[in-house]
Every structure is written in structure tokens, then in C-alpha cells.
């Protein structure tokens, strides 16, 4: 039970950093060598790239967050802790 709340709250702190990793990119001349921010995009990217490449193009808007989003929302919907 103790691992389920965990993942709960795991999965909660990665959608804190998926938002932080939409702000970031509409912020322009951000300092991505910033060990913060850096942080960030290390975190995040790795799961948002073959999202963003099984995806058709959409131009500059990018829907991989969105999708990680959904696909997080759901999965906490069957932990508890929420």
C-alpha cells in the first residue's frame, strides 16, 4: 500500500515538473545551462521525445506535455493517495 501511495505521490511531483517545462518554454532567451532549469528539461525530456516523435507535426505547438499529462492523470486515478 505504502508503494502505491508513493507512486502516487512520485507521479504528482513529475507533473509539477512537466508544468514547469511548459512555462519554461514559452519564456524566451531562458538560461538553459542554469543548473535549475537544466534540471528541469533533464527530467522531462526524456519522456517527452518519443512522444513528440510518434506524434504527426503540429508546427511550434507541441502536444507531448499534454499527453504526458492525460496519461499521468489517468494513472493516478487508479492510486491511492490522491
Do not use: C, K
Not at 528541469?40 to 507535426?57: C, F, G, K
Amino acid at each position: 500500500m505504502i508503494i502505491l501511495q508513493a507512486a502516487s505521490v512520485l507521479l504528482l511531483l513529475y507533473q509539477f515538473l512537466i508544468f514547469a517545462h511548459i512555462l519554461l518554454s514559452w519564456v524566451p532567451n531562458v538560461d538553459r545551462s542554469s543548473p535549475l532549469i537544466r534540471f528541469v528539461y533533464d527530467m522531462t525530456e526524456p519522456v517527452l521525445q518519443p512522444i513528440r516523435n510518434a506524434l504527426p507535426s503540429t508546427g511550434p505547438i507541441d502536444f507531448s506535455p499534454m499527453i504526458v499529462l492525460i496519461i499521468i492523470w489517468v494513472l493516478r486515478m487508479f492510486l491511492p493517495g490522491i
